[in-house]
């Protein structure tokens, strides 16, 4: 966790402010007498907060309102002296006792930080400015004699028709929503620590992959410790769509503090995906409902961000439902944490969280709807019959286990079940076939073929895949979500994967290339666990 320092690189809020001054309101007539040693400056940091449009899902300029700015780091600096420190409370208020006449200013940090236990340090940086810390500045003023009032708010920058100025509320508003995640988790989990975590958003950043400090981010994502965010004018900007904050921060909590499998790509709604991604962006879309208590994801995009599209994550009516849409599982999972209109399941956030941190964070199997849904039923026995209901409305089996063993549903292709092949050493070979019934991004439903290596004497072992005819075949061995071998080497032969394995389950997740080794095709090999 990083510490704050006395000197650090400023991003572009500097002097941003809309400042108040003056006296606070206090009705005694100035002292007479020698001036007072210590004076209070206090006041209140809000941003403006821009609401969506519920018709349109673009943002509504015209209902802007202010808010606090909660939890955020608050300096008073003499010069470039820090000469106090505090934090905003619930409603964005701080309060100093400073030195009588000296010149200061007031800096409102893009900064969660809490120390001890449960901590937190999140920022909000400038990816295209050397990740540039965001901050709100006051103008330089005297304390005085007497204490005085000093408010800020960090405007939108919105002129009518285009932002004219700097766009000073962006970065509070997605910190805030970082602020009200972490409040939620804390009422499950008062001990939780979160690891440190940067949220990279500039006006610079665009739909267009390529160089990341020049804002070439492709969308808005988290990968490894960071999040990035678009802030493209006129084209996609996410600053102000919560949902989408919430669900990328879903994936921080996933990958740092919980686990998740997923291997990413395209995906939407009524996809057939590979089960971990569906699992994951499934989850990071009921995560952020769950966390607002509103099913409605939004995101704003366009010319001046008036349109956009909503998911109700509430929604049990989707289209190819089954354990590899992630919008069965979050429907899924938005019902287990509030219930259907009937309180069919209602266990709030509490199970959910558990079953992340404790069996999820450490099942054998591939992280999936499976696995969660077979040890939220295990640490809640009372609520089976309400969960196996929600499970049987997206058309997956009620008597499921983490490894999906009496899953029926194939999603089109006979070939995608068993959802794991099971291979003990030195038993006979087993014929699978890969598909592209439902894409070739890499990412969808049949693309990949898994295996469930039962080891029961640690040791050494090799997984021989054989293709049919001339694919390219790829290779990888885990236990319980940590890497433990892979091959990626092109060539069409025979593919031997030697890995040192431990006692107990491992998995192995295979796909097939064509003869060149550039495209996703669907092949059959015929596969062996070999001890050595």
Known sequence: MKLIRSTFIIATLALLAACSGGSDGDSNPPSTGPAPDKVTVSGTITYDNVPHNTSTNGLDYNNTFEFPVRGATIQALQGSSIIAITQTNDNGQYSFELDSNINIKIRVRAELLQTGSPSWHTRVVDNTNNGALYVLDSSTFSTGSTNQTRNLNAASGWGGSSYTSTR???????????YETINKLVTVDSTINFPALN??????????????????????????GQIYLLGAEDTDTDEYDGHVIIHEWGHYFEDLLTRSDSIGGPHSGGDRLDMRVAFGEGFGNAWAGIITDDPFYRDSLGSNQSQG??????????SNKGWFNESSVQAILYDIYDGLNDDTANLGLAPIYEVFINEQKNTEAFTSIFSFITYLKANNPGQTTQINSLVNGQNMVTNMD??????TNNGGNSNNLPVYTVLAPNSATERVCTNTTNGDDS????????????IAIAGSYTLRLTPVNSNDLDAFIYFEGSLVALTQEFGTGVVNLEATLPAGISVADTLAYDSSGSNIVGACYDAQLISN
């Open 199 to 224: 949220i990279n958003w500039s006006v610079n950043n665009i739909p267009q992959s390529g160089d990341r400090t020049q804002g070439q981010i492709g969308t808005s994502f988290y990968s490894s």
């Open 168 to 178: 000073a509320a962006a970065p509070f508003h997605i910190l805030d929503r970082v």
């Open 443 to 454: 990412n969808k439903l049949g693309n990949h073929v898994f295996f469930r290596l039962n």
């Open 402 to 407: 983490i490894w999906g063993s009496n899953e």
């Open 309 to 318: 599209f909503s998911i109700n994550v509430e929604n049990n009516n989707v």
